[in-house]
């Protein structure tokens, strides 16, 4: 079983930069790819960015590409997603999932594991 539990949310002003991290528990995790999605209020719960089990392939929604770079540390077991010129619709909860790496990477019901979220805020 993979428990994800992320961290490093918080209230930032538009243009400022947060990293969100997601410590992992269980085995292989170099087996899982791993991806970020967010959801604001009222709206879907929306992809992110993914990265493949090696950390090889990077995948990104049109939405942050150029702003947000995904990242892992197999040895820790931990991903990461650095957020640079945060904008006000970046608000969201952001969830860290865990997916087979055979799995559609873009789509949220490809994966099999959930973190609890963590909030993110930018402000005008």
């Known amino acids: 079983q993979v428990q994800l539990v992320e961290s490093g949310g918080g209230l930032v002003q538009a243009g400022g930069s947060l990293r969100l991290s997601c410590a992992a528990s269980g085995r292989a995790f170099s087996s899982y790819a791993m991806g970020w999605f967010r959801q604001a209020p009222g709206k879907e719960r929306e992809f992110v960015a993914a990265i493949s089990g090696s950390g090889g392939g990077t995948y990104y929604a049109d939405s942050v590409k150029g702003r947000f770079t995904i990242s892992r540390d197999n040895a820790e077991k931990t991903v990461y997603l650095q957020m640079n010129s945060l904008k006000p619709e970046d608000t969201a909860v952001y969830y860290c999932?865990?997916?087979?790496?055979?799995?559609?990477?873009?789509?949220?019901?490809?994966?099999?594991?959930w973190g609890q979220g963590t909030q993110v805020t930018a402000s005008s």
């Open positions: 999932a865990a997916a087979l790496s055979w799995a559609r990477l873009r789509e949220k019901y490809e994966y099999s594991y």
